[in-house]
Nanobody
């Protein structure tokens, strides 16, 4: 059974940092495209970052480029999202997803950026 479990969310002041983790089970990260998707209060889903399984590396939406870094630990089967210089606009539920077209989602974790 495929499972994705996010952790590491919380509240932080503007300019602060958080690292989200996504522990994956039931499949191998090395074979899978993984993404972070977020949903801000009252807004739709937004793709944030992805780790491509086909060797293309990583991708980011423009608003987080230079601030967020996605990485993975294959032995731990875990994907990370390091978020630096957080802004109030980054406040959202963050979801870990599997697949180019997501076929599995974590339950999500809340990130709140507020002074």
């Amino acid at each position: 059974e495929v499972q994705l479990v996010e952790s590491g969310g919380g509240s932080v002041q503007p300019g602060g940092s958080l690292r989200l983790s996504c522990a994956a089970s039931g499949f191998a990260l090395s074979d899978s495209h993984m993404s972070w998707v977020r949903q801000a209060p009252g807004k739709g889903l937004e793709w944030v970052s992805g780790f491509y399984a086909d060797g293309r590396g990583t991708g980011y939406t423009d608003s987080v480029k230079g601030r967020f870094t996605v990485s993975r630990d294959i032995p731990k089967n875990t994907v990370y999202l390091q978020m630096n210089y957080l802004q109030s606009e980054d406040t959202a539920f963050y979801y870990c997803t599997k697949g180019d077209v997501p076929n599995a989602w974590g339950k999500g974790i809340l990130v709140t950026v507020s002074s």
